[in-house]
Structure formats: C-alpha cells, structure tokens
C-alpha cells in the first residue's frame, strides 16, 4: 500500500516562496555590485535603495515579524523540541532589523562619498546577504518540517489565513497600491533574475 503524501499547509508554501522571492533579491543586489566593480563603475543608487527598501519592507516586517509573532509562539507551546534554535532564530529576526538599517547607511555613505565606500558597503551587504541565506535555510530544513509534525490543524488555519495576507509582489501576487510603482521600478530597472533591465554596461 503506497504511504499517504504529507500535507503542505499554505503557510508553509507561501514562507517557502518568500525565502525565495527574498534570496533572488539579496543575490541580485550582490550580482550588481559585483558587476558594477569589475567594470569599475558606480551602481544606479536610487535601484539600490528601491531593493534594500523591498527587502526592509516586505521580509522584514511582514513575513518575520508574523515568523516571531505566530510561528514560534506554537512551536514553543507544542512541543520542547528545538527551542534553543528556535530562541536563535528569533534572535535572528531581532537582529536582522538593526542590521538593514546599518546597510541602508552603508550605502547612503557609497553614494554620498564615493568610491572610498564602495568596500564597505560590498562588505556589510555580504555579510547580510550570507547571514539570511543561512536564517531561511535553517528555518527550511529544521522549523518547518517540525511545525508540520506537531502544530494541530487549528494552529494551521490561523497561520495559513496570516500569511496569505502577506501579498508580497515578488512571490507573483498584485502588489498593493501604495506599493505598484516600487515593484514596477525595480522590475523594469534590475536584471534577470529578479527585473527585466539590461545587463550591466550595456
């Protein structure tokens, strides 16, 4: 008899999705950089600050606070299981808000002095890009296959009802109003494989 296929909830699916709406974005601004400093020219600022805003927008308040605020409060109360990496990864969140706000002002110091931070900028947007990379990793190989054990269907059907409320442009839904001409900027103007602008140069 063939085993019965495990339910994947929405909100897993769509946590999934964001992870990687989010990983496209940060590897993209990395691809740019790159591609900026190997031609030695200097970065379109205003794309930039469109992307980092994304990222402090929609990861960061919408889809990690709901992380923090749903998520791990039921995992906790239903099962001892992993609370010292769940406890990490909260720390996590609480980190990654402080630390966008130190990449935002490494950037805004590239684009008002120049190439003297270009460096620093590089470095500090790395060393956030790799930190998520390993935070969304962990949380995919560890928490969820964890929640879809143990969270009861009733925890299910108030986080599946939270997190499709997310509506984040970059995992295909229609962005909201005030976000339409932030998505459409950065669609238009970043390159594959985020937006549909050209290549670097040309």
Known sequence: MQAKPLTTHAAVRIIRQEHAALAAML???VMLLEQHRHKATMPDFAVLRAMLFYVDEFPEQRHHRKETELLF????????????LIDKLDGDHA??????????????AFEMLGEPRREAFETAMGQYVDFYLAHMTLEEREILPL?????TEADWRELDEAFAQNRDPMTGHVPDLAYSALFTRIVNSVPAPI???PAVGR
């Open 195 to 197: 937006g549909l602008g």
């Open 27 to 29: 590897r993209s601004i």
């Open 147 to 151: 929640a879809e054990r143990v969270l």
């Open 95 to 108: 980190w990654g808000e402080r630390r966008i706000r130190h990449v935002e002002h490494a950037l805004l």
């Open 73 to 84: 409060p039921k995992l906790r109360a239903r099962t001892p299981l992993s609370r010292e």
